[in-house]
């Protein structure tokens, strides 16, 4: 079994719910917090996720971080440290999403490009009745971006373990591009 290690982080305006996402991709639906408590600083967990079809698993270190403007420091330091980005805004505010705008542009200011694999996430889409950034909008951002692009739900557990997947099988295929790359000069 080959383990791969990738670090996430997790970025976002405050109270998008980006710890409501991770605790319920570690823990499922007991994972949702009663209650908002902002993350001061940031937090890490780990999980594993198995590759189907594969003796690949991807241990993942995620770093959930607080978007409470106090804190923007401590997660613009992770940056470096990352592999991987997952950018998180709530489908019932327009000022999260033109947010993103601020994350990607530091992100791309302090990762090496061809090293970083950013994902956007859209949470919060069981508020049917308040959406303000509708899922064209978003998936169109992402696009110009070149990330993928997700829609969740941490109130209902729905697919927060997709951005999770989809990092693990690209993280697993850029590792084989430079395992076959090495061999080829080796
Ligand atoms: N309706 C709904 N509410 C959610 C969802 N996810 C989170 N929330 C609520 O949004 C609020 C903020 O959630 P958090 O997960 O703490 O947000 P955060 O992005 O981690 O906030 P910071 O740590 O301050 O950056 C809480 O009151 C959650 O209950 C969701 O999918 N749907
Ligand atoms: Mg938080």
Not at 32 to 42: L, V
Not at 51 to 76: M, P
């Amino acid at each position: 079994m080959v383990i791969l290690r990738c670090r996430v982080l997790i970025v976002g305006d405050a109270t998008v719910g980006k710890t409501s996402m991770v605790q319920t991709f570690i823990n499922g639906p007991s994972g949702f917090p009663k209650n908002y408590a902002m993350t001061p600083g940031c937090e890490i967990f780990q999980k594993q996720v198995k590759l189907e079809n594969s003796d690949k698993v991807v241990e993942f270190q995620i770093i959930d971080t607080g978007g409470q403007s106090i804190f923007k420091d401590i997660a613009l330091d992770m940056f470096p440290r990352s592999n991987a980005v997952i950018f998180v805004y709530d489908v019932t505010s327009q000022e999260s999403f033109r947010s993103l705008q601020y994350w990607i542009r530091a992100a791309r200011d302090t990762l090496k490009e061809s090293y970083f694999t950013g994902i956007i996430v859209a949470n919060k889409t069981d508020l049917n009745d308040r959406i303000r950034v509708e899922m064209q909008e978003g998936a169109s951002f992402a696009n110009q971006n070149r990330f993928e692009f997700i829609e969740v739900s941490a109130l209902k557990t729905q697919d927060v373990e997709v951005p999770f997947n989809r990092l693990a099988a690209i993280f697993a295929r850029n590792y084989e591009d430079r395992v076959q790359e090495v061999l080829r000069f080796s």
